[in-house]
Structures are given as C-alpha cells and as structure tokens.
C-alpha cells in the first residue's frame, strides 16, 4: 500500500519492529519538552496514540490491558473500599475500577496534565467519564514522590506505568515498592505493569527481585493485548498473602454474579488461568 510515509513504525529493539498503515493522522504533537505524541487512525486499531514512538493505546485492544489491570486485583480482594493508581493518566484503568459499585475512593496520582487533557479530547471513550466520578481524586505528582509520603490507605494499588524509562523508572525501585506497601491495608494486593517477557528479560528479573525485597508473596499473571507485540504481557500481583493469587474459580464467579457486570477479556477463568506461566516466563520472573 502506498508509500513509506503511509505507515507508522515503532521499533520494538535495534532487530524488531512493526508497522501500522495510516489512514487518518492527527497530528504529531509535543506534550511537553521530553515527549512527542502522534495520534492516528487505522481500519484494525481504530484511534492509536504512540508517545515517542512507543504503542500507548488503541480504542480497539485498550479493554483488554485495562480490565484485567482493574478486575484482577479487584475480584481477588473481593472486598476493596479505597483504590490508588499510580499513572494511567488515559484513565482506562479508571473506567474499570469505577464500575465496581463497592468501590467508595479511587486515588489516581499521574506525573503528567497534559496526558489526561489529550486523553479526553483525542480518547473520551476511554475514560468514559471517569473524570468526572465524584469518587475520584485525580493528583498531578510523581508517583513515586507520592508514595514517599505513603498518603493514605489502600486496600488495591494499581501502578499503571509505562517501561523503566524516562520519568517511568522511579516506578519500578525497592523503595517505591516499599512506600506502597506501607499504604496497603492487612489482606492489601499491588498490581504492576511488567512488560513483555519475551522482549523485557533484560530488565524483569530486577523487577520481580525488587518487588520480592518487599512484599512477601510476588506472582505474575499474564494478558495477550494485540497491539503489544512479543508475546503475551506480564503483570506483577504483590502481597502480604499469599492466597490472592489463588482464589477458587466458584469464589471469583460468585464475586462476579454480585456485581453483574458484562466484560470483554476478564472472566473467572481467564483470570485464574493467567497465573499459569510458560516455563520461559519463570524463568524470566523467577
Ligand atoms: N493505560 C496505558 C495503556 O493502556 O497502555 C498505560 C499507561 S501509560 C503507558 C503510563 C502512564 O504513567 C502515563 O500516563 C504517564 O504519564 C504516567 N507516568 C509515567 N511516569 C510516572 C510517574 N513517575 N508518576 C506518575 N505517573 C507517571
């Protein structure tokens, strides 16, 4: 089809990448001095938002990466009142979580404005109102000076962040970890963004070592969004009890008759089943 400049490239590492043909642009903006975002259209993915390069999100996949971020921790709790994000200024994650009726406080901590004022104008649909939830307090801050505060009590953190780079890096040390521990209410659960083990075994062993210096109990589950290429996503569920990572299918069914809410990618199954690990990924998450 067309020419070079008809398709849009993210380079995945110095050997792989994938391209994705342009049907609309929207423009390719800076969003502050460090970041450019580009905005595009495209028949598979729908409205796609690349930030340096890198897949943020896409209106067709973004359901699956932001129910299972949300519902896992949620249904594996079974009875969480108070919820902190850190990141996922898209307010995707937020969407989720406000579904659940029990919830009475979302706390969302997000680094940057300028990511939540693009995600409504350019992605509404994703955050589907989220912003307006009077159940929501939305704090411009570094998560990671947050969590040195250790403001507040949670019974689920949910850190929504992008890769170790850049601003994202002080979300993945000991004492970040530490800091939300010390937020996590008894029978409290952490959930991480941890990346692709098949292209992120250059930095996920260090990852899953630093949430093990600080939580007694660090499982991993997995999610398979299209968009992120490389195999199946990982995800870090961290806690203080170890029987969250393992609650029965008929309990995580019942919870989920309760709250009679209709999904697209969670289920009772898939979310029991995502705990299963290909030997590669433990070897890679130890
Ligand atoms: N929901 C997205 C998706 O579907 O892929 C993933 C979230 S996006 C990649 C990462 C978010 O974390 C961005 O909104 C970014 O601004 C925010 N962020 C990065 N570093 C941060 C920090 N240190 N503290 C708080 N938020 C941060």
Known sequence: MG??????????????????????????????????????????????????G????????????HEMMAHVPLFAHGAARDVLVIGGGDGGVAREILRHDTVRSLTMVEIDRAVVDLALE??????????????????????????????GRYDVIIVDAPDPIGAGAALFTPAFYAGCRAMLRPGGVMVTQSGMPFLAADWLPGHAANLRSVFADVAFFLTTVPTYTGGPMAHGF?????????????????????????????????????????????????
């Open 3 to 52: 020419s070079e400049e008809d398709w849009v490239v993210e380079h995945i590492n110095d050997a792989f990448g994938f391209r994705t043909a342009l049907k609309a642009v929207g423009g390719v903006r800076m969003i502050d001095s460090a970041q450019q975002l580009a905005v595009f259209e495209n028949p598979t993915f729908g409205r796609v938002m690349i930030l340096d």
């Open 54 to 65: 890198a897949y943020q999100i896409t209106t067709a996949d973004e359901f699956v990466y």
């Open 122 to 151: 350019i992605f509404p649909e994703v955050s589907a109102g989220a912003f307006d939830d009077p159940r929501l307090a939305l704090v411009i801050d570094d998560g990671a000076a947050f969590a040195a505060r250790a403001e």
């Open 238 to 286: 961290s806690t203080d009890d170890a029987a969250l990572k393992a609650v029965p299918v008929e309990v995580l069914a019942e919870r989920h008759a309760r709250t009679g809410l209709r999904m697209r990618y969670w289920s009772p199954q898939v979310h029991s089943a995502a705990f299963a690990l290909p030997p590669y990924v433990e070897a890679v998450v130890g």
